[in-house]
């Protein structure tokens, strides 16, 4: 088992930045990739970035490009998730998720964090 909890989120103004961190333990040793996803209100989950475990291989949807960095710390098996000129429509609930090797979905979700930006 894996266990994952988000922080981070809050309240900030349009064009702020944010930095949502997701700390995993448990089994980390089975984890191939880490993402972040979102829910706004009303509409459906959806992809924003990931990252392989071991760091060498990110990706992340259009929207967030050259604005979202996603990271990790080995030392700490945390993932973080830097968010830079954020947009209203950036506002969600943001999810941390791992995906176990060999599996094709990811297994295992943290709680979720809310950031909401202002126009």
């Known amino acids: 088992q894996v266990q994952l909890v988000e922080s981070g989120g809050g309240l900030v103004q349009a064009g702020g930045s944010l930095r949502l961190s997701c700390a995993a333990s448990?089994?980390?040793?089975?984890?191939?990739?880490m993402g972040w996803f979102r829910q706004a209100p009303g509409k459906e989950r959806e992809f924003v970035a990931r990252?392989?475990?071991?760091?060498?291989?990110?990706a992340y949807t259009d929207s967030v490009k050259d604005r979202f960095t996603i990271s990790r710390d080995m030392a700490k098996n945390t993932v973080y998730l830097q968010m830079n000129s954020l947009k209203p429509e950036d506002t969600a609930v943001y999810y941390c998720?791992?995906?176990?090797?060999?599996?094709?979905?990811?297994?295992?979700w943290g709680q979720g964090t809310q950031v909401t930006v202002s126009s």
């Open positions: 998720a791992a995906r176990r090797v060999g599996y094709p979905d990811y297994n295992y």
């Open positions: 448990g089994r980390t040793s089975s984890i191939s990739t």
């Open positions: 990252i392989s475990w071991s760091g060498s291989s990110t």
